[in-house]
């Protein structure tokens, strides 16, 4: 294996795993605010459920980027 691939490799990984820790961490923060809403308004559930999945667009971007990277787009 070459040191080019593994630096494929590496840059894939990372383009998963920044956006996975930024998410989680965001997703704790908006959760926790979420449940505490949730018990004063309930008819807010679908504005929390939206905020709540708007974070996992950057897994998904950061999935795209990794793709395109390992199959050299």
Do not use: C, D, H, R
């Not at 630096?7 to 989680?24: D, E, K, V």
């Not at 704790?28 to 807010?44: F, Q, V, W």
């Not at 709540?52 to 980027?65: C, D, K, N």
């Amino acid at each position: 294996m070459n040191l080019e691939k593994v630096l494929m490799a590496f840059a894939a990984a990372i383009a998963i795993g920044l956006p996975a820790l930024a998410t989680a961490w965001a997703q704790s923060k908006i959760g926790a605010a979420g449940a505490g809403t949730l018990a004063e308004k309930p008819e807010l559930s679908a504005t929390i459920i939206v905020l709540v999945a708007i974070p996992e667009t950057m897994v998904i971007l950061g999935f795209v980027v990794a793709a395109m990277i390992l199959f050299g787009v």
